[in-house]
């Protein structure tokens, strides 16, 4: 997944759900300079490796979520039938123009 992303720098933290709670994928992350924020899983037989101080921020990460939700709304963001990458993308930047300015339309 950080392979893959759009920006050069790595970042410094990484949020994820329960999926995400794996001592092994913690280490990874960490050698790599970057902090995994994951709340436990209910039968985690190993000693918690977080507090509640860092997942605070996972409480925030509905934002993101809802954000996509609202995004394939939209019916040329959930299927592409542009052709080009440029005019997705463009489709999708409108979108989210447009789930940006949404409150201040009314």
């Known amino acids: 997944m ?7 720098a790595l970042p410094q933290r990484l949020i994820g759900d329960k999926a995400y709670d794996s001592d092994l994928l913690d280490e990874e992350l960490k050698q790599q300079g970057i ?3 994951a709340p436990h899983r ?6 918690k490796t977080q507090d509640g101080r860092k997942l605070r921020r996972y409480k925030r ?6 954000f ?39």
């Not at 990460?61 to 809802?66: A, D, P, Y």
């Not at 963001?77 to 979108?95: D, G, I, P, S, T």
């Open 68 to 106: 996509f939700a609202w995004l394939f709304n939209y019916r040329r963001c959930v299927v592409r039938y542009e052709y080009k990458e440029e005019n997705y993308k463009a489709f999708v930047l409108l979108a989210s123009m447009m789930i940006l300015l949404k409150p201040f339309m009314r």
């Open 2 to 8: 950080l392979e893959e992303r759009f920006i050069e």
């Open 42 to 47: 209910s039968n985690r037989k190993k000693k």
């Open 35 to 37: 902090e995994m924020i």
């Open 61 to 66: 990460r509905w934002k993101v979520e809802r």
